[in-house]
């Protein structure tokens, strides 16, 4: 039997990998959340920095953080990358922008970078090599 919920051994059922999606332009926001859904992650939804570090506070079961760079705010994507490496070392991080380049130099050590626009079969083959998680 087969679903969208990972199964382990012996009937144990495992919760689908989270993924939080901090992104302040709506329509993306949700496209990209329905590509992780439809892939079968859990993603859940930020529009800014403050609010994907009040989520990571709560939710200690976020996989992964991908977050656009170019966000309004006191603290843009790279700046939430740096704030979420010291605080989650171990968190993976997907930066993304179709306005600019980041070089390798300027994201944490578990950061990476995919240029807008992206392909969905592009975003899930990242998620899954930075968080070597699949639901």
Same mark, same amino acid.
């Given at each position: 039997?087969?679903?969208?919920?990972? $199964?382990? #051994? $012996?009937? #144990? /059922?495992?919760?689908?990998?989270? /993924?939080?999606?901090? $992104?302040? $332009?709506?329509? /993306? @926001?949700? !496209?990209?959340? %329905?590509?992780? @859904?439809?892939a079968g992650y859990d993603a859940l939804e930020a529009v800014d920095?403050?609010? #994907?570090?009040?989520?990571?506070? #709560? @939710?200690? %079961?976020?996989? !992964?953080?991908?977050? %656009?760079?170019d966000m309004p705010g006191e603290i843009n994507g790279l700046g939430l990358a740096r704030l979420v490496s010291l605080r989650w070392p171990n968190l993976p991080i997907i930066a993304t922008s179709g306005a600019a380049t980041v070089d390798p130099v300027d994201l944490p050590p578990n950061g990476r970078f995919l240029q807008k626009p992206y392909r969905p079969s592009t975003l899930i083959e990242c998620v899954e090599a930075a968080a070597v998680i699949k639901p």
């Amino acid at each position: 039997m087969s679903s969208e919920i990972g $199964e382990a #051994a $012996e009937g #144990a /059922v495992t919760a689908a990998p989270v /993924v939080l999606v901090v $992104e302040d $332009e709506v329509l /993306v @926001r949700m !496209l990209a959340c %329905d590509i992780l @859904r439809d892939a079968g992650y859990d993603a859940l939804e930020a529009v800014d920095a403050q609010e #994907a570090l009040v989520l990571l506070d #709560a @939710r200690p %079961d976020v996989a !992964l953080l991908f977050t %656009d760079v170019d966000m309004p705010g006191e603290i843009n994507g790279l700046g939430l990358a740096r704030l979420v490496s010291l605080r989650w070392p171990n968190l993976p991080i997907i930066a993304t922008s179709g306005a600019a380049t980041v070089d390798p130099v300027d994201l944490p050590p578990n950061g990476r970078f995919l240029q807008k626009p992206y392909r969905p079969s592009t975003l899930i083959e990242c998620v899954e090599a930075a968080a070597v998680i699949k639901p």
